[in-house]
């Protein structure tokens, strides 16, 4: 699977605290896809900056695109998991890592009041209720 950004080493991906809590795409970024890729321009003062387009592999596009409603982080491991048939742990370094990376620059945003657990459901009920 093609990265993002650099590869780094599973020992150094951060931990983030994303068990809980629901992301999605960011409001200040416009995508579009092409030619296979999707690529994200971020809008800084109502134009587009072309100094930073992102532009994401196939993997990075379907979590983009299942980001296009709030989702937590178990979601996006399953979701990796089942459409490439790869190990959870492989999908949940792979998926963690990407959100770490898409948040870390602000194409992605969490839900300022929706966590999981906001209505007393565990996660695993709550991505079943929202499933697609």
């Known amino acids: 699977m093609d990265e ?3 590869r780094k080493p599973a020992s150094d991906v951060a ?4 068990s809980g809590q629901l992301f999605v795409r960011s409001q200040s970024v416009v995508s579009r896809r092409v030619a296979g890729e999707t690529l994200i321009v971020p809008i800084r003062g109502k134009v587009g900056d072309l ?3 992102y532009s ?3 993997t990075g596009s379907l979590i983009w695109q299942t980001l296009e409603t709030p989702k937590s982080l178990v979601k ?6 089942a459409e490439y048939s790869v190990e959870r742990e492989q999908a949940e ?3 963690t890592r990407f959100l770490n990376d898409m948040f870390a620059a602000g194409l992605v945003e969490a839900c300022p009041s929706v966590p999981v657990n906001a209505l007393g459901l565990s996660e695993r009920e709550e991505l079943a209720a929202g499933a697609d």
């Open 93 to 95: 370094a792979d998926a």
């Open 56 to 58: 994401f592999n196939e």
């Open 15 to 18: 931990c983030l605290p994303f």
């Open 51 to 53: 100094a930073s387009i």
């Open 76 to 81: 996006l491991i399953e979701v990796v998991e």
């Open 4 to 6: 993002f950004v650099q």
